[in-house]
């Protein structure tokens, strides 16, 4: 069974502060990860997409990816009210997408 | 483009009635998904299409349970009978060039199926 781990949270975070989503996968042949947002009653949104180790930075968002440890993360930098939401990982694996059970975030004013 | 359009939004039925939820993927797209969401089991794939023909339907929890996609513009879930545990949010994505590395899926707003 490839797995998709993420701590369920929830991860409460001042406004302004850098938030910090960890996932840690099984499958070695993954090659995809990405991070969605989630809203309460939404649909997952894509917010960062990484294919190769090392940091990948979009506007406040940083995406952190090491494969020899099989970790992917997300930093959100200066943390708003509007982060607040569940943010799932999901690993490509061949063509197929599996999915943490997702991180709730709390940024509070 | 409007994105993936499913219907209905929500629906509510009676243990052992059939109900079938639609998509609408993103025009150009290949490749279809169709995922099941609750609270003890997260975001599931149930099936997946390429070109209107199903590749892996795995996920599928059990016969109760079919999808088609007669056409590149349209696909159904239909679960006869249905069942209280089957009360989700179903969710249907579409990507084009899925197989390669670079590429995303988009999701639809979801279907929430409440079985009484």
């Known amino acids: 069974q490839k797995e998709v781990e993420q701590n369920s949270g929830p991860l409460s975070v001042p406004e302004g502060a850098i938030a910090s989503l960890n996932c840690t996968y099984s499958?070695?042949?993954?090659?995809?990860f990405f991070w969605y947002r989630q809203y309460s009653g939404k649909s997952p949104e894509l917010i960062m997409s990484i294919y190769s180790n090392g940091d990948k930075e979009d506007g406040r968002f940083t995406a952190q990816l090491n494969k020899a440890s099989q970790y992917v993360s997300l930093l959100i930098r200066d943390s708003q009210p509007s982060d607040s939401a569940t943010y799932l990982c999901?690993?490509?694996?061949?063509?197929?997408?599996?999915f943490g059970g997702g991180t709730r975030l709390m940024v509070k004013p | 483009d409007a994105g993936v359009i499913q219907s209905p939004r929500h629906e509510v039925t009676e243990m052992g009635q059939e109900v079938t939820l639609r998509c609408k993927p993103i025009?150009?797209?290949?490749?279809l998904f169709w995922y099941r969401q609750t609270m003890m089991r997260g975001l599931e794939l149930l099936i997946y299409?390429?070109?209107?023909?199903?590749?892996?339907d795995s996920g599928m929890p059990e016969d109760r349970f079919s999808a088609k996609m007669p056409n590149a513009s349209f696909s159904t879930l239909k679960i006869q009978p249905s069942e209280p545990r089957d009360s989700a949010v179903y969710f249907c994505?579409?990507?084009?060039?899925?197989?390669?590395?670079?590429?995303?899926?988009?999701f639809g707003q979801g279907t929430r199926l409440t079985v009484v």
């Open positions: 994505a579409s990507s084009s060039g899925w197989g390669g590395m670079n590429t995303e899926a988009f």
């Open positions: 025009s150009g797209h290949d490749y």
């Open positions: 999901a690993v490509k694996a061949g063509n197929m997408l599996t």
């Open positions: 499958d070695r042949g993954s090659q995809s």
């Open positions: 299409f390429n070109n209107n023909v199903p590749i892996d």
